[in-house]
């Protein structure tokens, strides 16, 4: 059974960083479309950073090279770094797990994804 655990999130200042984690309950990761999402209160959830059965790393628009999003295929964790963080960038931080599609996952959207976790809070403070 697929299950993913986020931990990392927390109250910085504007311009600090923190790294998420998202431990997975298996060796999985590389056989599926992982992701980063996040929801703002009073916003819909939207995508951060994901990485492909290939390894192939995507980001948002705003992310602005700020995010990385890695994995530790060892350790069944996959990680997002974020640097310069911003006020608006305070939201719910969610893992989320998808079979690929075809053995690609370009076709897949954010409601593809099935496999949630429970979400991390990250604050930022201006």
């Known amino acids: 059974q697929v299950q993913l655990v986020e931990s990392g999130g927390g109250s910085v200042q504007a311009g600090g960083s923190l790294r998420l984690s998202c431990a997975a309950s298996g060796d999985f990761m590389n056989r599926y479309c992982m992701g980063w999402f996040r929801q703002a209160p009073g916003k819909e959830r939207e995508g951060v950073a994901r990485?492909?059965?290939?390894?192939?790393?995507t980001y948002a628009d705003f992310v602005q090279g700020r995010f990385t999003i890695s994995q530790d295929s060892a350790k069944n964790i996959l990680s997002l770094q974020m640097n310069s963080l911003k006020p608006e960038d305070t939201a719910v931080y969610y893992c989320?797990?998808?079979?690929?599609?075809?053995?690609?996952?370009?076709?897949?959207?954010?409601?593809?994804?099935?496999?949630w976790g429970q979400g991390t809070q990250v604050t930022v403070s201006s």
């Open positions: 990485r492909d059965v290939y390894g192939t790393r």
């Open positions: 989320a797990a998808a079979r690929p599609r075809g053995g690609y996952c370009y076709s897949i959207g954010p409601g593809d994804f099935t496999y």
